[in-house]
């Protein structure tokens, strides 16, 4: 199977080489940019910006079957083609990239293009799933909070750290800690802090804080408080076992389980 990467940015480069790496060097042909034709392939990857991909669809000649590797893009895009698109859920910021133990979402317009689409997938070690068209917004946004969202919010983290005088260093590991907890135990079983224990007095201090160093960052500060509530209010309930509303957050009483610990940035 000859495969032909459209797009030398950092997914198509970051394909090429994993698709090398996976033993398949000798049937990926060399990165080409737009404008390329596709002659000589059998599969057509285009690794361009979703506004491209129709225009760079269009140069591809009859023949090789195409696809995109965009979350967003529909095969509506690729026509009159026979397609597939194969979407890596991971961030990429360079050609070294593992995706062996990813999840992607793939669609297709034929038998032998979602063959196609899963021998790629196992090739590189992806998990495959499929999203509707009508849910590629919202499952595309929900990406974005989960990679793009939490390193601006890394960002602004470490931009009040600063005014402290403390590194950016000392947050990697609580940073590190909070995904990995989140990851085996769930959001509510993951929460620690101040909003988890009922402790207002010092989220009042913490936004007192805020105001006067990052005042540009209040308003997010206080949207993301309201969303932490929510989360330890629903957290509060299940432990509780009742579908009741939970007591309100200043009435909760640290308990054991409210320790404040080292996660707890204290």
């Known amino acids: 199977m000859r495969i032909q990467i459209v797009g030398a940015g950092r997914m ?3 394909l090429h080489a994993g698709l090398r790496a996976a033993g398949r060097a000798g049937e990926v042909l060399p990165l080409v940019g737009r404008g390329a034709t596709g002659a000589g392939a059998e599969v ?14 269009a ?10 590797l965009s979350g967003m893009t529909g095969l509506s895009a690729l026509a009159p083609h026979e397609a597939f698109s194969l979407h890596p859920l991971l961030s990429v910021t360079g050609k ?14 034929s038998e032998r293009a979602r063959n196609v689409a899963a021998e790629l997938a196992e090739v590189l070690g992806l998990t495959i799933f499929t999203v509707a068209d009508e ?20 960002w602004v983290s470490e931009r009040l750290a600063a005014t402290a005088g403390v590194p950016r260093e000392a947050l990697i590991p609580l940073a590190r ?37 990052l005042p540009q960052e209040l308003a997010l500060f206080d949207a ?3 969303t932490t509530r929510a ?5 509060l309930g299940v432990e509780l076992g009742s579908e009741a509303a939970p007591d309100p957050a200043g009435s909760r009483e640290p308990d054991s389980l409210d320790t404040p610990t080292p996660e707890d940035g204290q």
């Not at 070294?96 to 317009?109: E, R």
């Not at 499952?139 to 390193?151: E, P, T």
Request: charged fraction near 15%.
């Open 12 to 14: 198509g480069t970051a």
């Open 44 to 57: 057509v990857l285009l690794a361009v910006p979703d506004a491209a991909i129709p225009e760079a669809a």
């Open 59 to 68: 140069q591809i000649i009859p023949g090789p079957l195409v696809g995109h």
């Open 96 to 109: 070294a990239t593992d995706f062996a133990g990813a999840h992607a979402t793939v669609a297709w317009s």
């Open 135 to 154: 849910d590629r917004a919202a499952y595309h946004a929900a990406a974005s909070l989960a990679a793009n969202s939490l390193v601006a919010l890394e």
């Open 177 to 213: 800690a909070a995904v990995e907890n989140w990851a085996a135990r769930g959001a509510a079983a993951a929460l620690t802090g101040p909003i988890a224990r009922g402790d207002e007095e010092t989220v009042a201090r913490q936004r007192d804080a805020v105001a006067a160093r």
């Open 224 to 226: 993301l408080t309201a």
């Open 231 to 235: 989360l330890a209010d629903s957290a």
